[in-house]
T-cell receptor, first 112, second 116 residues
Framework: AQSVTQLDSHVSVSEGTPVLLRCNYS??????LFWYVQHPNKGLQLLLK??????LVKGINGFEAEFKKSETSFHLTKPSAHMSDAAEYFC??????????FGQGTTLQVKP | DGGITQSPKYLFRKEGQNVTLSCEQN?????MYWYRQDPGQGLRLIYY???????QKGDIAEGYSVSREKKESFPLTVTSAQKNPTAFYLC???????????????FGPGTRLTVL
C-alpha cells in the first residue's frame, strides 16, 4: 500500500532564508508524487509533480523537489522564502488505482 | 476562463437538514472528485466519478450522496445522516487516470460548511 508522511507539521523561517519541507513516501512501485499548496480558505494549487522523468523537479514560484528513491523522499525546497509563501503544503502520492493519498500537511510560517 | 467553480463559498446548515454543494468544471475533464478537509488533516476522498452517470464511494462516503448527470457537474449532498458535517469541502477534476495522459487533479476554491 502507498502512504506519505510529512515529517514536520509546522515550519517557521525568516523571509529571504531557505525553505525545506520534508516528505517521505512508501510505495511498492515507481510512484507519481505531487506537492500542492493551500492558502487559507482556498483550494489546492499544484506546485510540482514527479512522474518518473527527471529526479529534480522544478515547480512554480521558485519551488523545486528532488525524488530520491534510495531515501524514499521527495522534499520540497526553495532558496529564498517570501512572505507570500506562508501557507499549508501537502505532499501527495498517487496510488496504483489512481487515488491520491495526502500527507497531513505542513504549515509554513514566514517571519519578516 | 477555464477552471473549477464551487458554490457557495460559505454555507450554514441546521442539524437535520440536507444540503447540496455545487461543483462545476469547464476543463472538459472526465473525472471529478469530492474531498473533505478537517483542521490539521490531509484531504479524505468522499466520492469520485470517472464518467457521466457513474460514481464510486471513496474512503468516507457514509452520510453523503452524489450525482453525475452532466460531464461538467458533480454536486455533493450532505445528508442528515452525516454525523460531523462541519468541514471544508473541495472538489477536483482530472483527465481519467490510466489513459497515458497527465492525470493531475485540479482543485476548486472549496466550500466551508458549518452546521449550527
Amino acid at each position: 500500500a502507498q502512504s506519505v508522511t510529512q515529517l514536520d507539521s509546522h515550519v517557521s523561517v525568516s523571509e529571504g532564508t531557505p525553505v525545506l519541507l520534508r516528505c517521505n513516501y512508501s510505495s511498492s512501485y515507481s510512484p507519481s508524487l505531487f506537492w500542492y499548496v493551500q492558502h487559507p480558505n482556498k483550494g489546492l494549487q499544484l506546485l510540482l509533480k514527479y512522474t518518473s522523468a527527471a529526479t529534480l523537479v522544478k515547480g512554480i514560484n521558485g519551488f523545486e523537489a528532488e525524488f530520491k528513491k534510495s531515501e524514499t523522499s521527495f522534499h520540497l525546497t526553495k532558496p529564498s522564502a517570501h512572505m507570500s509563501d506562508a501557507a499549508e503544503y501537502f505532499c501527495v502520492v498517487k496510488s496504483n488505482t489512481g487515488k491520491l493519498i495526502f500527507g497531513q500537511g505542513t504549515t509554513l510560517q514566514v517571519k519578516p | 476562463d477555464g477552471g473549477i467553480t464551487q458554490s457557495p463559498k460559505y454555507l450554514f446548515r441546521k442539524e437535520g437538514q440536507n444540503v447540496t454543494l455545487s461543483c462545476e468544471q469547464n476543463l472538459n475533464h472526465d473525472a471529478m472528485y469530492w474531498y473533505r478537509q478537517d483542521p490539521g488533516q490531509g484531504l479524505r476522498l468522499i466520492y469520485y466519478s470517472q464518467i457521466v452517470n457513474d460514481f464510486q464511494k471513496g474512503d468516507i462516503a457514509e452520510g453523503y450522496s452524489v450525482s453525475r448527470e452532466k460531464k461538467e457537474s458533480f454536486p455533493l449532498t450532505v445528508t442528515s445522516a452525516q454525523k460531523n458535517p462541519t468541514a471544508f469541502y473541495l472538489c477536483a477534476s482530472s483527465i481519467v487516470p490510466g489513459q497515458g495522459y497527465t492525470d493531475t487533479q485540479y482543485f476548486g476554491p472549496g466550500t466551508r460548511l458549518t452546521v449550527l
